[in-house]
């Protein structure tokens, strides 16, 4: 009976682990974000700034995930540092948006100089 079971686990389990390294390519967020360059990321389209962005907030949604009492505080210090280069870098790519109060407020002082 055992045998059976053996039998059958074994090309289960060698399917199981056969499918985990073909999704190696997928992006979890467990790695670091490689940021690219201004020159690159000027030369980037559109859909590439995308996949760019949704490496980063699964990285940032990784780095909330994680349990970081573990961590030492260099890590932790590494962590904060990659976050900050992700956020300026996030800006970068997506561009900066004014609100509509911040609008009228410059509409208004224009208004009034003028």
């Keep these: 009976m055992k045998t059976r079971k053996i039998i059958f686990l ?23 974000v490689t940021l690219p360059s201004k020159q690159e ?16 907030k699964d990285r940032v949604g990784y780095i909330k995930t994680m349990d970081k009492s573990q961590l030492t505080k260099a890590d932790r210090k590494a962590l904060r540092a990659e976050l900050k280069s992700m956020k300026k870098e996030s800006r970068a790519v997506t561009g900066v948006y004014i609100s509509v109060g911040a609008l009228i407020i410059i509409i208004l002082l224009l208004i009034i100089i003028i």
């Design 41 to 56: 990321l000027a030369t980037m389209t559109e859909g590439q700034k995308q996949a760019l962005v949704q490496q980063m």
């Design 10 to 32: 074994l090309p289960a389990l060698f399917f199981f682990f056969t499918l985990r390294g073909l999704s190696e390519g997928i992006h979890d967020g467990s790695t670091p």
